[in-house]
């Protein structure tokens, strides 16, 4: 089934909407001088709009999940998808940690380290 | 036993699945990128960072035009698939139009800065936006030459079956595109300037 005249007005008037809610969230948020919606509402909300949105275009302009059985398009994208998360997770999450780590200079380092037992 | 037409079918069905393979080795490339960026946006080294470069209005702008052009993209599907070809030029060349315009205002936006001394040797978090902003910027102008010989070939040639499997893949290429834009405009641009 090739993609219906309906199909691609819908995404284009689902992806619009959803890329102006995203615009007018982040100008009352500096309107209010990032005070309201506060900065967690904002981190999780541009998410979950720009992943509703990735959604909406996958489905509705690439066909996704329209193959028939064997569905070789949608398993490589979960694929592709979860090589995606473990990279950015996993990078945002080693980095954070070392971050951590190295927060301290390497005189209070070594201290630590002594306390601990680790020299 | 198949028939000729349906191994031109599985054949087909083959190129256009190896070709979403290929998109979906894009979108780990992407993601890597993004991965770097997401880990020194806040490495400004005394410069400035998103919220102080990132003009707003300038991107929505610059989103709705590429979003537009892969809605006009998809019109230009519609009616290869009704073998309309004037109307397949038509789109196509609006398509076309949209993505220069964007292309213009990315270049525009990296010039300004670059200008300002904001380049990608400013600091870490600059070098990772230039790197993942950039390399979109590529593949945006490979779409266009891609759909610039299309234009020519569906002109000289019309739709037969080697230029609709050709149109097919450049749609899938300019619609994955836009899905890349979409996380750029939000991780980048709108979790820039909203701090």
């Not at chain 1, 066909?63 to 059985?69: Q, T």
């Not at chain 2, 139009?97 to 525009?108: P, R, T, V």
């Not at chain 2, 939000?186 to 701090?195: A, P």
């Given at each position: ?49 720009a ?11 690439l ?7 064997p ?14 998360l473990?990279i ?26 002594h306390?601990e037992?680790?020299? | ?15 256009l ?18 991965a ?6 806040n ?14 209005n ?29 109307e ?49 910027g ?22 037969n ?9 450049l749609s ?5 595109l ?7 405009f ?10």
């Open positions: 089934m090739k993609n219906t005249k309906t199909m691609y007005i819908a995404g284009y008037v689902a992806s619009v909407i959803l890329t102006l809610a995203a615009y007018v969230l982040v100008s009352t948020h500096v309107a209010h001088h990032h005070l309201y919606p506060t900065d967690t509402f904002m981190r999780y909300s541009l998410m979950i709009l992943v509703v949105q990735l959604f909406a275009q996958m489905v509705l302009f066909g996704l999940g329209r193959d028939k059985k569905r070789w398009n949608t398993y490589t994208f979960i694929f592709a998808g979860t090589i995606v473990i950015v997770i996993g990078s945002l999450w080693i980095m954070s940690n070392l971050n951590y780590r190295m927060m301290y200079s390497p005189e209070q380092i070594n201290r630590y380290l306390q037992g680790d020299l | 036993m198949s028939t000729n037409a349906e191994i031109k079918e599985q054949n087909e069905q083959k190129t699945f190896g070709f979403w393979v290929y998109l979906m080795t894009d979108i780990v490339l992407f993601a890597s990128l993004f770097t960026f997401a880990v020194l946006r490495n400004t080294f005394g410069g400035p960072n998103g919220e102080e470069l990132f003009n707003i300038f991107v929505l702008a610059e989103t709705l035009i590429l979003l537009t052009s892969s809605f006009t993209c998809g019109a230009a599907m519609l009616a290869a698939h009704d073998k309309q070809k004037k397949v030029m038509i789109w196509l060349g609006i398509t076309f139009l949209l993505g220069l315009a964007f292309l213009g205002l990315e270049i525009n936006e990296f010039h300004h800065l670059a200008a300002e001394g904001h380049s990608w040797r400013q600091s870490a978090f600059l070098s990772s936006f230039f790197t993942l902003v950039g390399t979109h590529a593949h945006i102008t490979v779409g266009l030459i891609w759909m610039g010989t299309m234009m020519y070939r569906v002109y000289q040639a019309g739709l079956a080697m230029n609709l499997k050709r149109l097919t893949m899938m290429f300019w619609h994955f836009d899905v890349i834009w979409i996380f750029i939000t991780v980048v641009y709108m979790m820039g300037i909203s701090g």
